[in-house]
């Protein structure tokens, strides 16, 4: 399914402005607790304020449940304006704990608003081989448009005005967009009852295996934000200095290299990039190279963004409670940073390298099992997708062989008709040679497309290659489709 032009700029433009305002609204967090309460409790004060974020986001999917019907329509559009007013109390309050109370509540609504977004996201690009580029797009803009607001504004108090101005045009965006946030993805009613739930329990299998592994990394990551936190607090450097605008730089590439290799290794590039992020947090923490440790920090962190936020975007749709599962990927990171919070701080001032080093290699194990029970799942749905989509192309067929008419007897069809459709159909869409030898194999065979590729003595890879641009010449997105497509060509006479 590739989403029309309007509904990629809504997605683009929603995501946007969430990573702006959640962004926006943490920093200026920090920045007002630090100074009431001292930069040492900055990092506790954080932890508090993403758990409850974590909250919001799995609590959308109840909170929208429950909500009158009537009332769903208006329901981001009243929780934008209670946030943009609680960041406006929190930065005029003069009290460390009533900020800390807002801050919670203010991240409570901002986590259903997240979810929101990505709830409604999902329903329009879940299939989209676009997706994790748009993912990166939005990431960056918000984070741009972040850095641009806090180097020209004149005060922080108008700094908190633009953003809860954008908080409320993100809820009443989404409630605007009402009629596309309460629907079930089509192909979904197209199955038997049986079929689906069987599908809903293999997606709720590979949702829980991404959670662990998502839960597993953001440990990692966790630990150098708060080290990064803690640095911005003590006055060692400004998180909105030039190097943050890397996270910009690392979403756009990331998107780039998920949706070209379609997601395939993508855990275990995580893996890769976390453990090497892991050094950058001791660097940062000791001083002795901390431009290099915020380089390798931000370029890893916008990695790891787009990889659990397009992970479970498209999950999310195949799974039975899709609201949930949408943001999951957000609400798993928040709930890991404010769970290793403290410990994390603890372990990183200890010294302690060989703890340190034991710690990291278990979570480099964990990780590693947990990211090969994914992959070998996500192997064998593909393989299921493939079976399921030939069935799908005996059956139209077969439909069409009862339905056509009775015809005056003919003589015995010619033996060569598959072969003259193919031809007519790879002269029509200009196919290469090789292309045509794929057409052929593809549409003659029941096989799945790597013992195909075997057959051919060619890798996988190069099967999908040139399948990728035979969908494209003839405006197919399946194997069924581009076989029915290429079997029934018209000939000429």
Not at 314 to 321: G, K, P, T
Request: hydrophobic share 50%.
């Amino acid at each position: 399914m590739e989403s029309k032009p309007k509904a990629h700029l809504f997605a683009f433009a929603a995501m946007a402005l969430f990573v702006f305002v959640f962004l926006g609204s943490e920093y200026h967090f920090d920045i007002a607790y630090g100074e009431l309460a001292g930069p040492d409790s900055v990092v506790g004060a954080q932890a508090s304020i993403l758990a409850t974020s974590a909250i919001g986001l799995v609590g959308y999917s109840l909170v929208n449940r429950m909500a009158v019907a009537k009332h769903r329509s208006i329901l981001a559009g009243v929780l934008g304006t209670i946030s943009a007013l609680l960041l406006i109390a929190t930065q005029l309050t003069q009290s460390a704990s009533v900020l800390l109370s807002l801050g919670c509540l203010l991240f409570l609504i901002l986590g259903m608003l997240g979810n929101a977004t990505y709830f409604s996201v999902a329903q329009t690009h879940y299939a989209s081989s676009y997706l994790s580029r748009l993912v990166g797009a939005s990431y960056a803009a918000g984070l741009l448009a972040q850095f641009l607001l806090h180097s020209l504004a004149p005060n922080s108090i108008v700094e908190a005005a633009i953003i809860g101005a954008s908080i409320i045009v993100l809820g009443f965006a989404l409630a605007a967009r009402r009629n596309m946030l309460h629907v079930v993805p089509v192909e979904s009613t197209l199955l038997k009852e049986d079929q689906r739930t069987a599908d809903e329990r293999d997606a709720l299998k590979e949702a829980i295996l991404l959670l662990a592994c998502v839960s597993l990394i953001a440990c990692v990551f966790s630990t150098l934000d708060n080290v990064v936190t803690l640095a911005n607090a003590q006055g060692t450097f400004d998180l909105s200095a030039w190097p943050r605008l890397l996270l910009a730089i690392s979403g756009i590439a990331t998107g780039f290299i998920f949706d070209l290799t379609r997601h395939r290794y993508s855990t275990v590039t995580m893996l890769c990039v976390a453990m090497l992020s892991l050094v950058s947090a001791l660097t940062i923490q000791t001083g002795s190279e901390v431009l290099l440790g915020l380089i390798i920090f931000y370029l890893s962190s916008g990695f790891f963004v787009v990889f659990f936020t397009s992970s479970f975007l498209r999950i999310a749709m195949r799974c039975a409670n899709p609201s949930l599962w949408a943001g999951m990927g957000r609400a798993a990171n928040n709930a890991c940073a404010a769970l290793v919070a403290i410990p994390s701080m603890t372990l990183i001032s200890s010294g302690d390298i060989l703890l340190i080093s034991s710690i990291t290699i278990a979570l480099a194990i964990a990780t590693l099992l947990v990211a090969h029970a994914l992959e070998n799942m996500r192997r064998t749905a593909r393989y299921k997708a493939e079976n399921k989509a030939l069935k799908l192309a005996e059956l139209i067929a077969a439909q069409a062989q009862t339905t056509k008419p009775q015809e005056e007897p003919k003589a015995p069809a010619d033996k060569s008709a598959p072969d003259a459709h193919l031809a007519a159909f790879s002269e029509r869409y200009s196919l290469t040679p090789r292309e045509r030898d794929v057409l052929s194999a593809v549409c003659s065979s029941e096989e799945t497309l790597q013992c195909i590729a075997d057959d051919m003595g060619i890798s996988l890879r190069a099967l999908q290659k040139h399948l990728t641009s035979i969908y494209r010449k003839s405006d197919t997105q399946s194997r069924a489709g581009l076989c029915s497509a290429a079997l029934t060509e018209p000939l000429e006479h």
